[in-house]
């Protein structure tokens, strides 16, 4: 089996903030939160930046693909946001930019859950990409 590259991932389980409508929550991180923080990421060489959303519509789609799934196996997570970095230099990075900590960070109270999150951080590794097999 090849070796393949292991890059450091955050993953962030989202939850909005109470009160807040799901279009609406939505339509900011993908929009205007995300609009603050792709040019930093790019400036970093990030490798990828994701996001998952869970909305309400999807859920009633799998109740028709998946009419056993038991309730308790669904996520309860709004969003899931995945940002891949070549290595956690480049994660510091980030944190430590000027533009993060004055724009970015300050940026999550008008649509986030911070109790209601959780976040996970470990290596990450790609075995298939558009289609193919990765091979190094």
């Not at 995300?34 to 040019?39: C, W």
Request: include cysteine; charged fraction near 25%.
């Amino acid at each position: 089996m090849p070796q393949l590259e292991r890059l450091f991932a955050v993953t962030i389980c989202a939850k909005r903030k109470p009160g807040m409508e799901e279009s609406a929550y939505h339509d900011y991180i993908s929009q205007k939160h995300a609009g603050h923080l792709n040019d930093l990421l790019v400036k970093n060489k990030i490798v990828d930046y994701t996001m998952q959303h869970n909305t309400s519509p999807m859920v009633q789609d799998l109740d028709k693909l998946f009419p056993n799934l038991p309730s308790v196996n669904r996520s309860p997570y709004d969003a899931f946001v995945q940002i891949v970095f070549r290595d956690v230099q480049d994660y510091i990075n980030v944190k430590d930019d000027p533009h993060y900590m004055n724009v970015v960070n300050p940026d999550h109270v008008n649509f986030a859950d911070g109790p209601g999150t959780m976040m996970s951080f470990g290596w990450f590794e790609r075995h298939v990409a558009d289609g193919k097999l990765i091979q190094e």
